[in-house]
């Protein structure tokens, strides 16, 4: 199952240590650039945790109207 995050829910989790949830939960989280961009300024105690993640489960795509979404990381 996939899910779509924005940034708030993600560093709320990495700030608890909890961003597995969104893994074990979903598999895959999708991300529109714009969260990616915002992800990447975060600084502070999370920012490793999210790094990681965005390299594990979290992919970034973009919303195609006639099409669906499509994977950036692809």
Not at 32 to 50: D, Q
Request: proline content about 4%.
């Amino acid at each position: 199952m996939k899910a779509v995050a924005d940034t708030g829910i993600i560093i709320g989790l990495a700030k608890a240590n909890r961003l597995s949830l969104l893994k074990n939960l979903f598999g895959k989280v999708l991300i529109p650039p714009k969260v990616h961009k915002e992800l990447l300024a975060k600084t502070g105690s999370e920012e490793a945790l999210i790094g990681d993640a965005l390299q594990d489960f979290i992919q970034i795509f973009t919303l195609n109207p006639r099409v669906g979404y499509r994977d950036e990381t692809a």
